[in-house]
């Protein structure tokens, strides 16, 4: 089939307004003999003619109002689609929360990236069909990995608020025995990340879900703050585009780091939101990575007190507004890396 049609930001245009254009899967070769899969509406597989060594998964907008990233992935696409990108590995490209991105939220009626690893299962909300789908979409294509393939995962978000370390990665918890990928480190380094923060514990998110069930190097990468579509400074996402395209376009882009450069943080207290009260003890406009005096009170609530525990204990992802029973707050605390994998 010609692709043409696709060019420009249309399969994203289509897949957000006029998703039945994408009822039946559609395929199509490009001249350079790349293979192009629409799955769904905002989920597309790329395979190139000669294939390198890994499967990689680019996924953008599980929330739909972080829209740079988005952005990134669908100019991307019309890259390849035009042929100035040649891809080398087989990509999976997923544009997640489609009804969100039309309403500028991050999401209709649940937050997506509490959906992944099973639990969807218990109701029927768009974005928990949504989330299967997604989950579903990944197993088939990590499955075509043979031999020592790499799996990789990355997740594009930004995030609600001002931070301190503009852009940082939440690295899932690896719960298998695996080290850190020292690999890793320098390609999201790349990207212009800096601040890496190392889960504690299995979550539902999108990037656990695919680290954990695959055994893939899974991301959450958050590249800077919301913004609404034509907003963005699209300079200041230079090098994570530069590097993105690298990775998908050269046989083994691995630049490396110089960890001594990066800071490391590990997570000291998950506190869930358990009643409708809950406050947090510090203002909205206080950025990500803000870091506190041991016995600072951070939020409340009927029956608890949440206080810093150490001297510089730092604040991520607050948000009292969440549902009941879901994170309003991270707190994290420097840490350094002895061992790491290749």
Do not use: W
Not at 16 to 39: C, M, S
Not at 106 to 112: A, C, G, L, P, V
Not at 129 to 153: I, M, P, S, W, Y
Not at 276 to 298: S, W
């Amino acid at each position: 089939m010609d692709l043409s049609f696709l060019a420009n930001g249309q399969f994203l245009h289509l897949s957000r307004f006029q998703p039945d254009t994408f009822a039946k899967q559609v395929r199509g070769t490009l001249a350079n003999k790349t293979t192009i899969d629409i799955i769904a509406p905002g989920i597309v597989e790329i395979t190139p003619a000669t294939q390198a060594d890994k499967l990689i998964v680019l996924s953008c907008g599980i929330h739909g109002n972080e829209t740079a990233p988005i952005e990134i992935c669908s100019d991307m696409l019309d890259e390849i689609i035009s042929g100035s990108i040649t891809v080398q590995h087989r990509v999976l490209m997923i544009f997640g929360n489609l009804p969100a991105m039309n309403t500028g939220e991050r999401f209709i009626d649940e937050n997506m990236n509490r959906l992944f690893s099973g639990a969807h299962k218990i109701g029927s909300s768009p974005e928990r069909q949504r989330a299967k789908l997604l989950e579903d979409t990944v197993g088939q294509f990590f499955a075509k990995a043979q031999g020592n393939k790499e799996k990789l995962h990355y997740d594009l978000h930004t995030a609600i608020r001002d931070s301190k370390n503009d852009k940082f990665v939440v690295m899932p918890f690896l719960d298998d025995g695996r080290l850190p990928s020292a690999k890793q480190f320098g390609f999201l380094a790349a990207c212009g990340v800096d601040t890496f923060l190392l889960s504690s514990a299995p979550t539902t998110t999108f990037s656990y879900f695919s680290s954990h069930q695959y055994k893939a190097r899974g991301f959450t990468v958050e590249l800077g703050k919301v913004r609404p579509f034509g907003e963005n400074d699209m300079r200041s996402f230079a090098a994570a585009r530069a590097s993105l395209t690298a990775l998908v376009s050269e046989p083994d882009f691995a630049p490396a780091a110089r960890m001594s450069e990066l800071l490391i943080y590990k997570v000291n207290q998950v506190i869930n939101r358990q009643h409708l009260d809950f406050t947090l003890h510090f203002a909205d406009d206080v950025p990500n990575f803000t870091d506190f005096k041991q016995g600072t009170v951070l939020a409340s609530e009927p029956g608890a007190q949440y206080v810093a525990q150490y001297d510089g204990e730092a604040i991520v992802f607050p948000n009292a507004r969440v549902a009941l029973g879901q994170r309003a707050l991270l707190t994290v605390v420097p840490t350094t890396l002895e061992t790491l994998d290749v």
